[in-house]
């Protein structure tokens, strides 16, 4: 797997490495990005061990890289890519897009005075731009994945209760078979939300046998649960969490096809989730699906 690391010389940078190896997993290859302000007269591909590159690179540049390079789990590559760009936001995928990169990995959960996660301009940029999905890491997600070894353990793929969801749940099991791990599928169903009428036991059967559906519809193997609740928050903090899980959620409908966009629901699952968040594109088309040319 190919990961783009938005990586910064602080706790965020180390945070997103952590990450990007644990989701890309044995062998993997990580590019390293440091984007820098337009006006800064060099870019330049910093391998590592070569030191021949010194000279085009400031000599602050090339710190950051040797720090970088030195945060890499052995048994992985990478490279650091330095670029001078105009927006952040956009030269991460634009980098993204040069390298083939399947995931842009960062780290830029900051916590709220309230005691919530938020991302910062540049991932909120990326949240509402990217073409290909987005991780997100925070200082309790990390501690998940340390206490894991720096390994995943498991996908869980966050779904609604409306249609539409093939594209996430196809990513997120095509995540788990490339680590050989166990797939969840959590439908999250909030009372408050519920058509009128309707019991919350009527909907939690209901949204149970759609999600099933769907899983054997798509030839998958997954544990199929609701997590349900008076609102959305409580729906969430219903969940329980495996020291080094991921979680992966779909981009809003509003999304431009093959963008993402989040909605209010990711919004606020990214705010409370102690774990890693990987938000999907909408209409995203992972490898398997582009190889077979089924639509998602």
Known sequence: MRCLVGYTADGRGAEAIALAAALGGPGAHLDLAIVLPEHTPFSAVYPGGDHGYSSILAETVAAWADEALALVPDGLTARVLARAVSSPAEGLIALAQETGAQVIVLGGRKRHVAGF????????????SSPVPVAMGSPEAVASL???????SRVTVLVGNRAGHKAVVRAGAEAAAAQDLPLRVVSLLAQDDLPSGWALHQA?????????????????????????????????????W?????????????????????????????????????VVPKSYKPASARNEGTPT
């Open 117 to 128: 996660f938020a991302p910062g301009s540049v991932a909120s940029a990326l949240l509402h």
């Open 146 to 152: 340390e206490a894991a070894a720096g390994r995943l």
């Open 204 to 240: 939690v059967e209901s949204t149970q046998a759609a999600v099933a559906g769907l899983v054997t519809e798509l030839g998958i193997d997954a544990d199929v649960t609701v997590a349900s609740g008076g609102s959305l928050d409580e729906a969430i903090s219903d969940l329980a």
């Open 242 to 278: 495996l020291p080094g899980e991921v979680a992966v959620v779909g981009s809003s409908r509003l999304a431009r096809k093959r963008r993402l966009f989040l909605g209010p629901t990711a919004q606020r699952m990214l705010r409370t989730l102690p774990v890693p968040l990987v």
